[in-house]
């Protein structure tokens, strides 16, 4: 499994913005697919963004469309996800997730295709 580490989080008005990053503990990280996901209190994680192995596409929630931006940094072993006019109900625990099994490509991003977790980071945002 990869290690992941979030930072990043943290408080900020409506129409801010936030830069998360994930850092991975692998050199093998380029070879899996990365997402975001998040959990708002009494809610069901869901997905939010994520972005290939091996072409860098990219997938958005329809609520982040938009506004987010999911990117990595194979050299550094690093995954990003921007952040921008920023909204109250994008209050979450945000985590970031590395594929089950290198070298695929998902088509849907469920939960159950992502296999090791960061502890996540908690992004606030006030009305």
């Known amino acids: 499994q990869v290690q992941l580490v979030e930072s990043g989080g943290g408080l900020v008005q409506a129409g801010g913005s936030l830069r998360l990053s994930c850092a991975a503990s692998e050199r093998t990280f380029r070879m899996y697919s990365m997402a975001w996901f998040r959990q708002a209190p009494g809610k069901e994680r869901e997905f939010t963004a994520a972005?290939?192995?091996?072409?860098?596409?990219?997938y958005y929630a329809d609520s982040v469309k938009g506004r987010f931006t999911i990117s990595r940094d194979n050299a550094n072993n690093t995954l990003y996800l921007q952040m921008n006019s920023l909204k109250p109900e994008d209050t979450a625990v945000y985590y970031c997730?590395?594929?089950?099994?290198?070298?695929?490509?998902?088509?849907?991003?469920?939960?159950?295709?992502?296999?090791?977790w960061g502890q996540g980071t908690q992004v606030t945002v006030s009305s």
């Open positions: 972005i290939s192995w091996r072409l860098g596409s990219t």
């Open positions: 997730a590395a594929g089950a099994t290198a070298y695929t490509d998902y088509v849907t991003q469920k939960l159950s295709n992502f296999g090791s």
